[in-house]
């Protein structure tokens, strides 16, 4: 699972998210939300894989995000050109869908 996730982290474009649950469904791995946030905890190459482009299912950053914390996440997405209020993206503007 971990490569079909790290691979579908650099398909998302710059300006955009996706969320947990749409990960695993595209891997064809439906309920399986909570393990890719596991993959996503321990990449090994954040430059190569983008973790900080992918929320939660309402839009909010990941307050144990690996690479800095919660505030890292919203520097990295307001500087793709992303608005973050209050810890949120808004997933009818910004969600990636393929």
Do not use: W
């Amino acid at each position: 699972m971990t490569p079909e996730v790290l691979n579908y982290l650099t398909i998302i474009p710059k300006g955009k998210v996706v969320t947990y649950t749409q990960i695993a469904e595209a891997i064809g791995r439906p309920g399986a939300a909570r393990a890719v946030g596991n993959v996503l905890h321990n990449n090994p190459d954040a430059d190569r894989y983008p973790c900080y482009k992918v929320v939660n299912s309402r839009g909010q950053l990941s307050e144990r995000f690996a690479f800095g914390g919660i505030m890292m996440q919203q520097e990295k997405l307001e500087s793709d050109g992303i608005i973050v209020e209050n810890g949120r993206v808004d997933l009818e503007r910004y969600q990636f869908r393929p």
